[in-house]
């Protein structure tokens, strides 16, 4: 210890002891400001799982010096870290829950990115006959009065709130129930996996189906309906409301982080590059660029 040094002079002691303060000060700020230059995203399985954001996130990196650290969860559960400030950032696919979390304040710059379809698929055979049915309404009653195998997400994502809501337009009560109905509770991309292992029906959103297709032994079944469109929001955390429920984790969100990541979505760049993803393997792209589209265009019914 220093007092006991007997080459430095008592008074010269305290004068150490500031400087060797002011030094870890100084390297606990550095350390800090390196952790800042990281950012959470809280996103949907189907942007890692499509391989979007193997595109985009090494060009976000490379233009704003950030790293991203991916969490890729159902949507419920993205938007759920985002509201407890667990994330600096969401790209999620859920706007009705989204909208919520608006109202409440507790989400701010939100702007729409993109935008794809949901898609019935399920066994060549089709045993439920759903490719005769009117719309995604029907396809579903056939499923339930056939009991055919139909594989659910279960997972509270985007995805799986959009199957409820197919469900009950469709007027299908505890099918949670049935013994045909058999819930993942797992993201996309494996939930598609085990669809086609047991050849059961599964409602997908098209970007994850069309990466996986060549591993899968199942076919696009309904498609093109008003009702499966898929609608992918931007937003970040509101620091003030996070300071209200969750004050220790307010202060290490990355503001400036996630505003950036936000420009860099909407930017006409990486639009650009969203409206071509997949053409090159797919003939077509994934997904539809839609930054500062009205969202009045696409007549959600809600």
């Known amino acids: 210890m220093l007092h006991k040094n007997k080459n430095i002079p008592k008074m010269y002691i305290?004068?150490?002891?500031?400087i060797v303060l002011i030094l870890a000060l100084i390297v606990t700020?550095?350390?800090?400001?390196?952790?800042?230059?990281?950012?959470i995203l809280a996103t949907t399985t189907s942007t890692q799982d499509s391989g979007l954001l193997d595109k985009l996130i090494p060009l976000?990196?490379?233009?704003?010096?950030?790293?991203?650290?991916?969490?890729?969860?159902?949507?419920?559960?993205?938007?759920a870290m985002g509201e407890r400030g667990d994330a600096d950032?969401?790209?999620?696919?859920?706007p009705q829950e989204e909208e919520k979390l608006v109202k409440k304040n507790a989400v701010i710059n939100r702007h729409l990115v993109m935008h794809n379809d949901f898609i019935l698929v399920g066994p060549e055979e089709d045993p439920a006959g759903v490719r005769n049915t009117?719309?995604?309404f029907e396809a579903f009653k056939a499923i339930a009065k056939n009991k055919a195998l139909f594989v659910s997400r279960g997972d509270n994502s985007g995805t799986h709130k959009k199957e409820l809501e197919i469900w009950k337009g469709a007027g299908i009560s505890d099918f949670e129930k049935a013994s045909w109905y058999q819930s993942t509770g797992q993201g996309m991309g494996a939930s598609l996996d085990v669809a086609s292992e047991k050849k059961a029906y599964i409602l997908?959103?098209?970007?994850?189906?069309?990466?996986?297709?060549?591993?899968?032994?199942l076919v696009i079944l309904k498609q093109g309906d008003k009702n499966l469109l898929n609608i992918y929001h931007v937003m970040q955390p509101?620091?003030?409301?996070?300071?209200?429920?969750?004050?220790?984790?307010?202060?290490?969100?990355?503001?400036?982080?996630?505003?950036?990541?936000?420009?860099?979505?909407?930017?006409?760049?990486?639009?650009?590059?969203?409206?071509?993803?997949g053409k090159d393997i797919f003939g077509e792209p994934l997904f539809t660029?839609?930054?500062?589209?009205?969202?009045?265009?696409?007549?959600l019914e809600n």
């Not at 700020?29 to 950012?39: L, M, N, R, S």
């Open 289 to 299: 660029p839609d930054a500062g589209k009205n969202e009045n265009d696409f007549n």
């Open 29 to 39: 700020g550095c350390f800090k400001k390196e952790a800042k230059k990281e950012i």
């Open 60 to 79: 976000f990196e490379q233009k704003t010096g950030y790293k991203v650290k991916i969490i890729a969860v159902g949507s419920g559960q993205a938007l």
């Open 134 to 136: 009117t719309d995604i």
């Open 14 to 18: 305290p004068l150490l002891m500031v």
């Open 204 to 217: 997908t959103d098209r970007a994850t189906f069309l990466a996986k297709k060549k591993k899968l032994d």
């Open 238 to 277: 509101n620091p003030e409301y996070i300071k209200g429920v969750n004050p220790g984790v307010a202060e290490l969100l990355n503001v400036d982080g996630a505003e950036k990541f936000i420009q860099f979505m909407i930017d006409s760049f990486t639009q650009k590059i969203i409206g071509e993803f």
């Open 89 to 94: 950032v969401l790209l999620v696919h859920s």
